[in-house]
Structures are given as structure tokens and as C-alpha cells.
């Protein structure tokens, strides 16, 4: 079956370490997005890619990192220069963008230790 | 979320109908989307309105007004599955933007 994948579906970060999510799609869509949820809160972007090998800044970039090398993955990177990184991050992937329905993995849930 | 409001939380009673109102601001307006997310899980997609009307799919249905920058979800038939949030979407260039959720209970 189609879908998205990220992984781990739990995470815990030491201070001053870099993690990695994953997120792979085998639905051949152009589009994937990052998105963080905080609880009881709506979905902020955090990180956006139209196409391989390009992606844009969402509105909550700083201290996290992407890259998408292949166009079925767009791993984050959450860097120690995000200082609450605990929440949770969903990944999502779409036809195209801007109007066309956004499918969502089943999310990393973060935590410092 | 950015210039999208809903009311962040709604109780209704199983069997019953229930609206959840969304407003948005217009401009750059690309298209309304809903979601329902149950706690702990991933968003999935209820329904997509662009043009003004009413779009049914089974006991949801969906509404737009694009002059007023208003949409609302209805629920009917509640059952005690659809307590969750239920998050309001416009399209925006490339990407969504969200509100933050309104989150419904069902009670028996």
C-alpha cells in the first residue's frame, strides 16, 4: 500500500545533540511538508519542498534543517539551536501544492531527556 | 493559527448534528480544507471546498462562502468515534495554513 513513514515514532534528545526524523512516501508526490504540533495546537510549518533538491523556509524554521536529495524523502533535522524541540512533528506529502490535499505520516513524538 | 479562527472546543451529543464554524482570512485564498485528527494520530482528510456551496460526503458535509471567508464542517448521525479535533485549512500559494483545532466530544 501507498503511504508515508516516519520513524521513530518516539524520540529523545540529550542537550546540545542533533537528531534526525525520517520521512519516506512511496506515493510519487512532488510535494512534502514538516509540520510541528504542540499540544492542544494547530499545525505550524516548519520546512516546505515543491520538488527535489529544493525546499523553502516555513514559518518556524530556525533551529531545524532539511534535505531532499531524493524525491521520496525529506528528512529534518532538529538541531540543538532549537531550544523547545519537544513536541510533535508530523510529516505530510502532496500531488502538488497550494491546493491539492496533504496526507500525513503517523508522526515522531520528541522529548528532551 | 495565522488569521484562522474556530472554536477551540465543542460538545454535542451522540445521535445529534454539530456545525463547527471556521473563519479565514481571504486573501491569497486558495481553497478550504478540513481535518480530523484523533488524539495521538496523524491528521486525515475530510473534505475540500474551493468553490461556494456544499459538498456532502455521507453524514460529513462541508461549506464555503468565499466572500464572507467562511466555512463550516457538519457532522450528522454523531457517533462516539467522532470525538476529536477537527482542524480548518486554507490553501495559501504552496502551502496550507492551519488553525488551531476545534476539538469535539461526543457524549453518549
Known amino acids: 500500500d501507498g503511504g508515508i513513514t516516519q520513524s521513530p515514532k518516539y524520540l529523545f534528545r540529550k542537550e546540545g545533540q542533533n537528531v534526525t526524523l525520517s520521512c519516506e512516501q512511496n506515493?510519487?508526490?512532488?510535494?512534502m511538508y514538516w509540520y510541528r504540533q504542540d499540544p492542544g495546537q494547530g499545525l505550524r510549518l516548519i520546512y516546505y519542498?515543491?520538488?527535489?533538491?529544493?525546499?523553502q523556509k516555513g514559518d518556524i524554521a530556525e533551529g531545524y534543517s532539511v534535505s531532499r536529495e531524493k524525491k521520496e524523502s525529506f528528512p529534518l533535522t532538529v538541531t540543538s539551536a532549537q531550544k523547545n524541540p519537544t513536541a510533535f512533528y508530523l510529516c505530510?506529502?502532496?500531488?502538488?501544492?497550494?491546493?491539492?490535499?496533504?496526507?500525513f505520516g503517523d508522526g515522531t513524538r520528541l522529548s528532551i531527556l | 493559527g495565522q488569521n484562522i479562527d474556530q472554536p477551540t472546543e465543542m460538545t454535542a451529543t451522540e445521535g445529534a448534528i454539530v456545525q463547527i464554524n471556521c473563519t479565514y482570512q481571504?486573501?491569497?485564498?486558495?481553497?478550504l480544507f478540513w481535518y480530523q485528527q484523533h488524539a495521538g494520530e496523524a491528521p486525515t482528510f475530510l473534505s475540500y471546498?474551493?468553490?461556494?456551496g456544499l459538498e456532502e460526503k455521507g453524514r460529513f458535509s462541508s461549506f464555503l462562502s468565499r466572500s464572507k471567508g467562511y466555512s463550516y464542517l457538519l457532522l450528522k448521525e454523531l457517533q462516539m468515534k467522532d470525538s476529536a479535533s477537527y482542524l480548518c485549512?486554507?490553501?495559501?500559494?504552496?502551502?496550507?495554513?492551519f488553525g488551531s483545532g476545534t476539538r469535539l466530544l461526543v457524549r453518549p
Open positions: 485549512a486554507r490553501g495559501s500559494s504552496y502551502k496550507l495554513i
Open positions: 481571504t486573501s491569497g485564498f486558495n481553497g
Open positions: 505530510a506529502s502532496s500531488i502538488g501544492t497550494g491546493e491539492q490535499p496533504q496526507h
Open positions: 519542498s515543491q520538488i527535489v533538491n529544493d525546499f
Open positions: 471546498n474551493v468553490l461556494d
Open positions: 506515493l510519487n508526490h512532488d510535494a
